[in-house]
Protein backbone atom coordinates (compact mmCIF):
# COMPACT_ATOMS: atom_id res chain seq x y z
CA UNK A 1 0.00 0.00 0.00
CA UNK A 2 3.17 2.03 0.67
CA UNK A 3 4.21 1.58 -2.53
CA UNK A 4 0.98 3.08 -4.17
CA UNK A 5 0.97 6.38 -2.21
CA UNK A 6 4.71 6.57 -4.26
CA UNK A 7 3.44 5.82 -7.84
CA UNK A 8 -0.06 6.85 -7.57
CA UNK A 9 0.63 10.09 -10.51
CA UNK A 10 -3.24 10.70 -11.26
CA UNK A 11 -3.40 11.57 -7.39
CA UNK A 12 -0.75 14.44 -8.02
CA UNK A 13 -2.58 15.99 -11.00
CA UNK A 14 -3.97 18.44 -8.56
CA UNK A 15 -0.60 19.88 -7.00
CA UNK A 16 0.96 19.72 -10.71
CA UNK A 17 -2.02 21.83 -12.20
CA UNK A 18 -1.40 24.44 -8.92
CA UNK A 19 1.54 24.87 -10.02
CA UNK A 20 1.31 24.84 -13.38
CA UNK A 21 -0.99 27.66 -13.10
CA UNK A 22 1.28 29.43 -10.86
CA UNK A 23 4.01 29.08 -13.47
CA UNK A 24 2.22 30.12 -16.76
CA UNK A 25 -0.49 32.09 -15.14
CA UNK A 26 -2.79 30.72 -18.12
CA UNK A 27 -4.91 27.97 -17.90
CA UNK A 28 -4.48 26.07 -21.11
CA UNK A 29 -0.88 27.01 -21.18
CA UNK A 30 -1.15 25.38 -17.29
CA UNK A 31 -2.49 22.17 -19.10
CA UNK A 32 0.00 21.93 -21.62
CA UNK A 33 2.69 22.36 -19.38
CA UNK A 34 1.07 19.15 -17.10
CA UNK A 35 0.66 17.11 -20.18
CA UNK A 36 4.43 17.90 -21.25
CA UNK A 37 5.78 16.98 -17.99
CA UNK A 38 3.92 13.88 -17.45
CA UNK A 39 5.22 12.94 -21.07
CA UNK A 40 8.66 13.48 -20.44
CA UNK A 41 8.17 11.58 -16.81
CA UNK A 42 6.91 8.73 -18.62
CA UNK A 43 10.23 8.46 -20.83
CA UNK A 44 12.22 9.16 -18.33
CA UNK A 45 10.60 6.85 -15.83
CA UNK A 46 13.99 4.79 -15.39
CA UNK A 47 15.60 7.63 -13.62
CA UNK A 48 13.29 7.48 -10.78
CA UNK A 49 14.83 6.46 -7.66
CA UNK A 50 12.21 3.43 -6.03
CA UNK A 51 11.19 4.72 -3.14
CA UNK A 52 11.89 8.09 -4.01
CA UNK A 53 9.77 11.58 -3.78
CA UNK A 54 7.27 10.87 -6.54
CA UNK A 55 5.77 14.60 -6.22
CA UNK A 56 9.26 16.07 -5.84
CA UNK A 57 10.56 14.42 -9.04
CA UNK A 58 7.39 15.28 -11.06
CA UNK A 59 7.41 18.89 -9.92
CA UNK A 60 11.10 19.24 -10.74
CA UNK A 61 10.05 17.76 -14.24
CA UNK A 62 7.15 19.93 -14.55
CA UNK A 63 10.01 22.83 -13.69
CA UNK A 64 12.36 22.00 -15.80
CA UNK A 65 9.73 21.61 -18.92
CA UNK A 66 8.41 25.24 -17.92
CA UNK A 67 12.26 26.51 -18.14
CA UNK A 68 13.22 24.70 -21.57
CA UNK A 69 9.88 26.09 -23.00
CA UNK A 70 10.72 29.62 -22.03
CA UNK A 71 14.24 29.40 -23.00
CA UNK A 72 13.30 27.86 -26.86
CA UNK A 73 10.40 30.28 -27.05
CA UNK A 74 12.90 33.54 -26.26
CA UNK A 75 15.76 31.84 -28.84
CA UNK A 76 12.87 31.75 -31.41
CA UNK A 77 11.63 35.24 -31.22
CA UNK A 78 15.21 36.19 -31.20
CA UNK A 79 15.46 34.12 -34.37
CA UNK A 80 12.35 35.50 -35.54
CA UNK A 81 14.05 39.18 -34.57
CA UNK A 82 17.25 38.32 -36.84
CA UNK A 83 15.38 37.35 -39.86
CA UNK A 84 13.29 40.45 -39.80
CA UNK A 85 16.57 42.28 -39.66
CA UNK A 86 18.10 40.64 -42.25
CA UNK A 87 15.18 40.97 -44.41
CA UNK A 88 14.87 44.88 -43.70
CA UNK A 89 18.58 45.17 -44.74
CA UNK A 90 18.33 42.97 -48.11
CA UNK A 91 18.58 45.32 -50.89
CA UNK A 92 17.06 44.73 -54.67
CA UNK A 93 19.99 43.43 -57.03
CA UNK A 94 21.30 46.55 -58.35
CA UNK A 95 22.28 45.61 -61.99
CA UNK A 96 18.97 47.05 -63.21
CA UNK A 97 19.09 50.22 -61.60
CA UNK A 98 22.55 50.41 -62.74
CA UNK A 99 22.28 50.11 -66.23
CA UNK A 100 19.18 52.59 -66.37
CA UNK A 101 21.44 55.09 -64.60
CA UNK A 102 24.02 54.57 -67.41
CA UNK A 103 21.58 54.96 -70.07
CA UNK A 104 20.08 57.91 -67.84
CA UNK A 105 24.11 59.35 -67.63
CA UNK A 106 25.09 58.85 -71.54
CA UNK A 107 21.56 60.85 -72.74
CA UNK A 108 22.16 63.42 -70.22
CA UNK A 109 26.59 63.82 -71.65
CA UNK A 110 24.89 63.47 -75.39
CA UNK A 111 22.95 66.83 -74.86
CA UNK A 112 24.84 69.88 -76.77
CA UNK A 113 26.84 72.05 -74.26
CA UNK A 114 25.02 74.83 -73.44
CA UNK A 115 22.13 72.76 -72.58
CA UNK A 116 23.61 70.22 -70.42
CA UNK A 117 25.29 73.17 -68.85
CA UNK A 118 21.92 74.89 -67.85
CA UNK A 119 20.39 71.14 -66.78
CA UNK A 120 23.26 70.76 -64.30
CA UNK A 121 23.29 74.17 -62.58
CA UNK A 122 19.69 74.22 -61.98
CA UNK A 123 18.30 70.66 -61.44
CA UNK A 124 21.03 69.09 -60.05
CA UNK A 125 23.37 72.19 -58.48
CA UNK A 126 19.56 73.57 -57.70
CA UNK A 127 20.30 77.30 -58.40
CA UNK A 128 17.68 79.45 -59.29
CA UNK A 129 16.99 80.69 -62.57
CA UNK A 130 18.38 84.39 -62.48
CA UNK A 131 21.73 83.32 -60.28
CA UNK A 132 22.08 80.30 -63.37
CA UNK A 133 22.20 82.42 -66.00
CA UNK A 134 24.73 85.10 -64.42
CA UNK A 135 26.48 81.90 -63.78
CA UNK A 136 26.64 80.96 -67.68
CA UNK A 137 26.35 84.78 -68.73
CA UNK A 138 23.35 84.97 -70.73
CA UNK A 139 19.78 86.05 -70.65
CA UNK A 140 17.38 84.27 -68.19
CA UNK A 141 15.16 83.88 -71.64
CA UNK A 142 18.30 82.05 -73.47
CA UNK A 143 18.35 79.93 -70.12
CA UNK A 144 15.05 79.06 -69.90
CA UNK A 145 15.16 78.10 -73.81
CA UNK A 146 17.78 76.08 -73.12
CA UNK A 147 16.32 74.20 -70.23
CA UNK A 148 13.31 73.59 -72.33
CA UNK A 149 15.38 71.83 -75.17
CA UNK A 150 17.51 70.10 -72.60
CA UNK A 151 13.97 68.35 -70.79
CA UNK A 152 12.69 67.79 -74.20
CA UNK A 153 15.35 65.64 -75.30
CA UNK A 154 15.38 64.03 -71.96
CA UNK A 155 11.62 63.14 -72.57
CA UNK A 156 12.24 62.35 -75.97
CA UNK A 157 15.01 59.81 -74.67
CA UNK A 158 12.64 58.22 -72.07
CA UNK A 159 10.32 57.90 -74.78
CA UNK A 160 12.22 56.25 -76.55
CA UNK A 161 13.73 53.73 -73.93
CA UNK A 162 9.87 52.96 -72.79
CA UNK A 163 8.96 49.59 -73.27
CA UNK A 164 5.32 49.53 -75.33
CA UNK A 165 2.71 47.43 -73.63
CA UNK A 166 0.07 46.07 -76.51
CA UNK A 167 -3.46 46.21 -75.70
CA UNK A 168 -3.17 42.60 -73.99
CA UNK A 169 -0.47 43.74 -71.85
CA UNK A 170 2.44 42.21 -72.96
CA UNK A 171 5.40 43.60 -74.24
CA UNK A 172 6.31 44.72 -78.13
CA UNK A 173 9.77 44.98 -79.50
CA UNK A 174 10.36 48.41 -80.81
CA UNK A 175 10.55 48.15 -84.62
CA UNK A 176 11.18 51.08 -87.37
CA UNK A 177 10.57 50.44 -90.99
CA UNK A 178 14.22 51.84 -92.50
CA UNK A 179 13.49 52.73 -96.19
CA UNK A 180 10.44 52.02 -98.13
CA UNK A 181 6.82 52.87 -97.21
CA UNK A 182 5.44 52.99 -93.85
CA UNK A 183 1.78 51.82 -94.47
Avoid: C
Avoid at 61 to 89: C, K, L, P, W
Amino acid sequence: MNDKKHTDVIGLLGPLRRYARSLTRDETQAEDLVQDALVRAYERQGSFRSGGNLRGWLLSIMHNTFIDGRRRHRAEARRVEQAAVTVESAVPPEQESRIRLQQIQAAFMGLPDEQRAALHLVAIEGLPYQEAATALRIPIGTLMSRLGRARAALRAFEADNAIPQTHQGTARPNLRIIGGSDV
